[in-house]
C-alpha cells in the first residue's frame, strides 16, 4: 500500500510538472510573440529616419526604433562638410546587419536614393526644376539636380545654337527632365524646352492680334528663289512670296530687297491656328495699272513689246515697265508651223502685238501675233 501511494505521488508529480512548463513555453510564445510586434524589424537597404543618441570620435549612435543602437560613420559628414547635432533626425539607410545583431547605416547613400525619388516623381509629374551648371563636358554641361549630376547637351540649352558654353558656369537654370536610363543611371535634362514654351505663347498673343490690312514693320531674314522670310519679332516670322515683292516681274526677291533689311510689310492674311502670315510689299505702292490700261493699252491698238519669258502656256511680253502681257500659245503665228517657237521667239526680242484685250481684277492684258 505504501509502495502504491508514492508512486500515485509521483506520478501526479509528473504531471503537474510537464503542466507547469506547458504554461511557461505558452507564456513564453506569447511574450515574444507581443515584442516581435512591437519591435520592428528591419531589413538591408530599408530607408529610416533615425534620432541622434551619441557623437563619438569616429562613430555617430543613432536610434531608428530597432532593439538595439545602430551605427554611422562620423567620416560620411566630412564628404558634405556639416556636422548633425545631438536629437538631430536625419535620413539613413541600412547598409549591413553583421552575426552580432549590430545594424550599420549610411547617409550618403540615403541621400541618393531620396534624390533619385525625387528625381523620378519631377519626370513623371513633368514638373519644372531648377539645376546648378557645375562644368562644361564635351558636347554639353554637367548640372547639378537634387544633389545628382545630370547631363544639359549643348542642343538643349538655348533656343538657338550655343558657342560659348563657359559663361554658364555657376550659373542657376530652369527647365525640366527629358530622359531618365534606370540602368545607368543617367539623366539628361533641358533648358531649351522651357524657351520655346515661352515663344509659342508669345507667338500665339501676338498673331490674334495681327489683322489683315495693317502695316507691320520687320527684319528680311531669308531670301529664297520663290520669296522671303521676314522677322516681325517675337520668334514670328512672315513670308512675302516673290509675286507680292513687285509689281514688275522679277526672277529673283534680291533684285528689289536686301538680306536684313529694316522695312514696312502690308499683311495680307494671318492663320492663327497654323499662326503663319502672309506679307506683301507692292500693295504698299499706289498701282495706277487700270488707268494707264483704260487711256495707253486698247483693244485692237497695235505696240510693240520685249519678251520677258517663254512658258510652256505661252510668252509674258512686257510692254511698259512694270506692264506685262500674255501672248497665249493659241495666239501665236500658225502658218510658220516648221519654224520652231523657241528658235523665233528669244528672250530679249521686241516683237509687234495686237492688243486682243484686258481683265482689270486679275491685271492681266492679252495679245495676237498670228493676225499681223
Same mark, same amino acid.
Given at each position: 500500500?505504501?509502495?502504491?501511494?508514492?508512486?500515485?505521488?509521483?506520478?501526479t508529480?509528473?504531471? +503537474?510538472?510537464?503542466?507547469?512548463?506547458?504554461?511557461?513555453?505558452?507564456?513564453? &510564445?506569447?511574450?515574444?510573440?507581443?515584442?516581435?510586434?512591437?519591435?520592428?524589424? /528591419?531589413?538591408?537597404?530599408?530607408?529610416?529616419?533615425?534620432?541622434?543618441l551619441?557623437?563619438?570620435?569616429?562613430?555617430?549612435?543613432?536610434?531608428?526604433?530597432?532593439?538595439?543602437?545602430?551605427?554611422?560613420?562620423?567620416?560620411?559628414? #566630412?564628404?558634405i562638410?556639416?556636422?548633425?547635432?545631438?536629437?538631430?533626425?536625419?535620413?539613413? *539607410?541600412?547598409?549591413?546587419?553583421?552575426?552580432?545583431?549590430k545594424?550599420?547605416?549610411?547617409? /550618403?547613400?540615403?541621400?541618393?536614393?531620396?534624390?533619385?525619388n525625387?528625381?523620378?516623381?519631377?519626370?513623371?509629374?513633368?514638373?519644372?526644376?531648377?539645376?546648378?551648371?557645375?562644368s562644361?563636358?564635351?558636347? @554639353?554641361?554637367i548640372?547639378?539636380?537634387?544633389?545628382?549630376?545630370?547631363? %544639359?547637351?549643348?542642343? #538643349?540649352?538655348?533656343?538657338?545654337?550655343?558657342?560659348n558654353?563657359?559663361? +554658364?558656369?555657376? #550659373?542657376?537654370?530652369?527647365?525640366?527632365?527629358?530622359k531618365?536610363?534606370?540602368?545607368?543611371?543617367?539623366?539628361?535634362?533641358?533648358?531649351k524646352?522651357?524657351?520655346?514654351?515661352k515663344?509659342?505663347?508669345?507667338?500665339?498673343?501676338?498673331?490674334?492680334? %495681327?489683322?489683315?490690312?495693317?502695316?507691320?514693320?520687320?527684319?528680311?531674314? !531669308?531670301?529664297?528663289n520663290?520669296?522671303?522670310?521676314?522677322?516681325?519679332?517675337?520668334?514670328?516670322?512672315g513670308?512675302?512670296?516673290? $509675286?507680292?515683292?513687285?509689281?514688275?516681274?522679277?526672277?529673283?526677291?534680291?533684285?528689289?530687297?536686301?538680306?536684313?533689311?529694316?522695312? !514696312?510689310?502690308?499683311?495680307?492674311?494671318v492663320?492663327?491656328?497654323? =499662326?503663319?502670315v502672309?506679307?506683301?510689299i507692292?500693295?504698299?505702292i499706289?498701282?495706277?495699272?487700270k488707268?494707264? &490700261?483704260?487711256?495707253?493699252?486698247?483693244?485692237?491698238? *497695235?505696240?510693240? @513689246?520685249?519678251?520677258?519669258?517663254?512658258?510652256p502656256?505661252?510668252?509674258?511680253?512686257?510692254?511698259?515697265p @512694270?506692264?506685262e502681257?500674255?501672248?497665249?500659245?493659241?495666239?501665236?503665228?500658225?502658218?510658220?508651223? =516648221?519654224? $520652231?517657237?523657241?528658235?523665233f521667239?528669244?528672250?530679249?526680242n521686241? /516683237?509687234?502685238?495686237?492688243?486682243?484685250?484686258?481683265k482689270?481684277? #486679275?491685271?492681266?492684258i492679252?495679245?495676237?501675233f498670228? /493676225?499681223?
Amino acid at each position: 500500500m505504501i509502495l502504491n501511494n508514492q508512486t500515485d505521488k509521483y506520478i501526479t508529480y509528473n504531471k +503537474y510538472e510537464k503542466l507547469k512548463t506547458e504554461i511557461k513555453s505558452k507564456e513564453r &510564445i506569447k511574450v515574444r510573440n507581443f515584442y516581435s510586434y512591437t519591435i520592428p524589424t /528591419i531589413e538591408k537597404y530599408d530607408l529610416k529616419k533615425g534620432r541622434i543618441l551619441k557623437i563619438k570620435d569616429k562613430i555617430i549612435v543613432i536610434d531608428i526604433g530597432f532593439k538595439y543602437d545602430c551605427i554611422l560613420l562620423k567620416k560620411e559628414f #566630412q564628404r558634405i562638410k556639416t556636422y548633425p547635432k545631438i536629437n538631430d533626425l536625419i535620413d539613413v *539607410i541600412v547598409e549591413r546587419l553583421d552575426y552580432k545583431g549590430k545594424c550599420f547605416l549610411s547617409y /550618403i547613400k540615403a541621400n541618393k536614393i531620396k534624390s533619385w525619388n525625387r528625381v523620378k516623381d519631377a519626370y513623371r509629374r513633368n514638373e519644372l526644376v531648377s539645376f546648378l551648371v557645375l562644368s562644361r563636358t564635351k558636347g @554639353g554641361l554637367i548640372v547639378l539636380l537634387y544633389n545628382i549630376e545630370c547631363f %544639359l547637351p549643348g542642343s #538643349q540649352i538655348e533656343d538657338k545654337k550655343v558657342y560659348n558654353f563657359d559663361y +554658364y558656369l555657376g #550659373q542657376v537654370l530652369i527647365g525640366k527632365i527629358v530622359k531618365i536610363n534606370k540602368r545607368t543611371k543617367n539623366i539628361v535634362v533641358s533648358h531649351k524646352i522651357i524657351l520655346e514654351k515661352k515663344k509659342r505663347k508669345r507667338k500665339a498673343k501676338i498673331v490674334w492680334n %495681327l489683322t489683315k490690312g495693317i502695316v507691320v514693320e520687320g527684319i528680311v531674314k !531669308n531670301l529664297t528663289n520663290y520669296g522671303c522670310f521676314v522677322d516681325l519679332g517675337s520668334s514670328l516670322d512672315g513670308l512675302c512670296h516673290i $509675286s507680292d515683292i513687285s509689281w514688275k516681274r522679277i526672277k529673283h526677291p534680291v533684285e528689289k530687297i536686301k538680306l536684313g533689311e529694316k522695312r !514696312n510689310f502690308l499683311i495680307l492674311s494671318v492663320d492663327r491656328f497654323r =499662326k503663319r502670315v502672309q506679307l506683301g510689299i507692292k500693295q504698299l505702292i499706289i498701282n495706277n495699272w487700270k488707268g494707264v &490700261i483704260k487711256k495707253i493699252f486698247v483693244s485692237g491698238k *497695235i505696240i510693240k @513689246g520685249k519678251i520677258k519669258c517663254l512658258r510652256p502656256f505661252g510668252i509674258l511680253v512686257e510692254i511698259s515697265p @512694270g506692264f506685262e502681257g500674255l501672248l497665249h500659245k493659241t495666239e501665236k503665228f500658225n502658218f510658220y508651223y =516648221k519654224i $520652231s517657237t523657241k528658235k523665233f521667239f528669244k528672250i530679249g526680242n521686241a /516683237i509687234n502685238l495686237l492688243i486682243l484685250g484686258s481683265k482689270f481684277k #486679275q491685271k492681266k492684258i492679252y495679245f495676237s501675233f498670228k /493676225i499681223i
